[in-house]
């Protein structure tokens, strides 16, 4: 272990020593309006009727047979720069050229498309479709990805040169949980396991999250990561927590959960601040 990993480890226990102090919240609430692309952190987020929240992957590029494209599909993805008006439904793109599209209008996705189709080097026709019910998410039966602050660093620190920040936007999670100790997630799926509460939101775990390729790549770069899946299955193994279920879990190279909102609960909001506790 490098001096890096032993020094974020002890800050790790340190967190979790004295997380009893502090009072579980949501920390931090993220959406990723066109899939693949870049992020929106938002300070509150209403759930939507199909169980997501809103903005998340409402846009998604979809190829001739109706598939959506991502990052898995080009590692081009990293190299684009972007950021989302949820008020004016305006994408705007900063590298590799500056340009705006217009997302309310049939013209206006045409003309991203286009634009994507090009940039991420992909052959024939291509349309960007908006969905504001379900969104384009992976698991369209589910809901939020969640994960915990404390996960989010300690994955951090399996790596050198791993930033916090690198490890958020690979990891690419809709609600991110502070005040409680790393893999706390994990809890929240397998037989009997608890939900918890964020507001006037119940929060119901569904699975644990198998990872793909893109954890994997430098969120900027889309260069990979030496070793990383070695690297994260040992330290997984070393690291799965006493209080989660094992059989919950087909394998290991997975981090998060995907999550689920009851229907009596949709239509409500989820606010960075709100506390957190666990139900039966």
């Not at 994408?91 to 599209?101: G, I, M, Q, S």
């Not at 954890?215 to 899946?229: A, L, N, V, Y």
Request: charged share 30%.
């Amino acid at each position: 272990m490098c001096l890096g990993q032993y020094l974020t480890g002890g800050k790790q226990l340190l967190r979790q020593c004295f997380s009893f102090r502090t009072v579980a919240h949501i920390e931090r609430l993220t959406v990723y309006p066109v899939k693949g692309l870049d992020r929106l952190t938002v300070d509150r987020s209403r759930v939507r009727p199909g169980g997501t929240l809103e903005h998340d992957r409402e846009f998604a590029l979809l190829d001739g047979d109706g598939e959506r494209v991502n990052a898995k599909q080009s590692d081009r993805f990293h190299a684009l720069e972007t950021t989302y008006d949820p008020e004016t439904v305006t994408l705007r793109v900063d590298a590799p050229e500056r340009c705006e599209f217009a997302l309310d209008s049939e013209d206006g996705r045409a003309e991203a498309a286009a634009w994507l189709t090009d940039a991420l080097g992909l052959d024939g026709d291509r349309r960007l479709d908006r969905n504001t019910d379900v969104g384009h998410v992976d698991r369209r039966s589910m809901g939020p990805s969640v994960i915990s602050t404390a996960t989010i660093e300690t994955v951090a620190g399996w790596f050198d040169d791993m930033t916090v920040e690198s490890a958020r936007r690979r990891l690419r999670a809709n609600v991110e949980v502070g005040g409680v100790p790393a893999f706390w997630e994990d809890r929240f799926v397998g037989e009997n396991a608890p939900a918890f509460r964020a507001g006037d939101v119940r929060i119901e775990g569904v699975t644990p999250c198998g990872r793909c390729v893109v954890p994997s790549r430098d969120p900027d770069t889309g260069e990979p990561t030496p070793e990383f899946r070695t690297e994260f299955l040992t330290n997984r193994q070393e690291t799965f927590p006493e209080w989660a279920d094992r059989d919950a879990f087909d394998h290991l190279y997975s981090l998060m959960i995907i999550a689920s909102v009851p229907e009596a609960d949709r239509g409500e909001t989820i606010a960075v601040g709100d506390e957190v506790e666990l139900v039966a």
